[in-house]
């Protein structure tokens, strides 16, 4: 195994130092380290952090290889600077048994750019009539501790009670999409001014406050874990700072694209800003952002939901709702947070990779970067700007909503377990 010296970094944005990578592990860290026979990295001007953790991928294997595989959506990840992520469970067939979730997670392993990390389904089929074997998926090699509908809402109160209480028996999660379908019939985008301006079904705030406002109520009276995915709404971000005020055991998620973009983007009618939930106003914008900022939402998930072209570029109302995600992730959190000075690198890296690696209870990532830990981290350069082209993504799908904009960042080397995934900004494999 080659040793790397990385020299002269700045872990999480402090003083640069060299980091001497061996057997795995973060060997030493100091100021002038040697090592005879170690390849160096120089690294000046460089900011280290943690290997990021994703809680919201999709990567539709299996069924749906034509948009994405576990191969390629690592790929992608990797380049974005992540060295783990969860994969969703909406998949044909859906991640509902021990069986689909061990060959999800038996994929990743021979793709071996990132931990893919199997999220199981609540019910069958995401059917929301029947638990799924949540036990079994648990206790599978995929060691399932996610388990997610994600797509649909667990829309059933007591579906979704007898879920916290049933995970909760192996320290699981359950996350939710929150939707209350009886509210969103029809809905193309956020309901508001535009949506009437537009003539387009509108996807109310209520829909996802009421979710969460329930869910967080029932995780009390459980006492489970409830982790909320890509909240979108001003409103919820407030749910949320009571429930936690509370002590609910409630942790949340915000995407790249809320903390960016807004409901304007929809005048366009391209459908690659159609999304769900929908992008919201510039009010929700900030208060999503302010949430991040003060640790109310844990943390960054991308919801990187690749769509093959005859899925998505349609009219409005008939394209698949879902962005990519993976490899601008970063980029987007440094434009709206590091930039503005709302977060530093050290709250990066909690929001990015500790906390998810937290909710995932993925022990091996997420840790600090100190000798003796697992080298699951990556190198970026915060000086660089690079317009997205989307041709030049490794992901298998085009629905990048950066298209064409200029963003801040590139990550320049990822390591797994001390095996560069990235270097020189190009994947190793
Ligand atoms: O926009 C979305 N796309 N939201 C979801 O909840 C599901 C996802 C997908 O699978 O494409
Ligand atoms: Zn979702």
């Known amino acids: 195994m080659t040793t790397y010296l990385i020299r002269g970094a700045r872990p999480l944005g402090s003083d640069p130092a060299d980091i001497l990578v061996k057997d795995g592990r973060i060997a030493a860290i100091g100021d002038s380290l040697s090592a005879t026979g170690a390849e160096v990295i120089e690294a000046a001007g460089l900011v280290a952090l943690p290997g990021l953790v994703d809680l919201h991928t999709h990567l539709r294997e299996p069924g749906r290889e034509d948009a994405e595989t576990v191969e390629t959506g690592s790929r992608a990840a990797a380049l974005g600077g992540f060295t783990a992520v969860h994969a969703m469970a909406n998949t044909d067939p859906v991640a509902d048994t021990a069986g689909v979730v061990e060959q999800v997670w038996r994929l990743g392993q021979e793709a071996g750019l990132v931990d893919v990390v199997p999220v199981g389904a609540v019910t069958v089929g995401l059917g929301g009539g029947r638990l799924a074997e949540l036990g079994a998926m648990a206790d599978s090699a995929a060691r399932v501790r996610v388990f997610s509908d994600d797509g649909h809402c667990v829309s059933d109160p007591a579906l979704m009670r007898r879920a916290l209480e049933y995970v909760k028996a192996f320290d699981g999660v359950v996350a939710q999409h929150a939707e209350e379908p009886r509210l969103t019939v029809g809905a193309q985008m956020h309901e508001g001014d535009r949506s009437a301006k537009l003539g387009l079904t509108g996807w109310p705030a209520a829909a996802e406050e009421a979710i969460i406002a329930r869910d967080v109520l029932l995780a009390e009276h459980v006492g489970a874990r409830l982790h909320v995915c890509h909240v979108s709404t001003a409103g919820s971000v407030e749910i949320l700072r009571w429930a936690k005020s509370r002590g609910v055991q409630v942790t949340a998620e915000v995407t790249p694209h809320h903390l960016l973009l807004t409901d304007e983007c929809a005048e366009s009618y391209d459908p690659v800003f159609k999304v769900n939930p929908p992008l919201r106003t510039d009010a929700d914008v900030e208060a999503l952002r302010a949430g991040l900022a003060d640790g109310t939402i844990d943390a960054v998930g991308t919801d990187h939901a ?124």
Do not use: C
């Open 306 to 429: 690749p769509h093959a072209v005859e899925d998505k570029e349609s009219e409005w109302a008939q394209a698949r709702p879902g962005m990519l995600g993976l490899e601008q992730a970063l980029s987007v959190v440094i434009q709206t947070m590091v930039e503005p000075g709302r977060l530093d690198w050290a709250g990066v890296a909690d929001r990015m990779s500790v906390r998810p690696a937290v909710i995932g209870r993925l022990g091996e990532h997420g840790r600090p970067l100190a000798p003796g830990e697992p080298a699951n981290l990556v190198l970026v350069d915060p000086s660089a700007r690079a317009t997205v082209d989307p041709a030049a993504l490794a992901s298998r799908s085009r629905n990048s909503p950066y298209a064409g904009r200029e963003l801040p960042g590139r990550v320049v080397a990822t390591f797994l377990r001390g095996v560069p995934t990235v270097l020189d900004g190009k994947a190793t494999k």
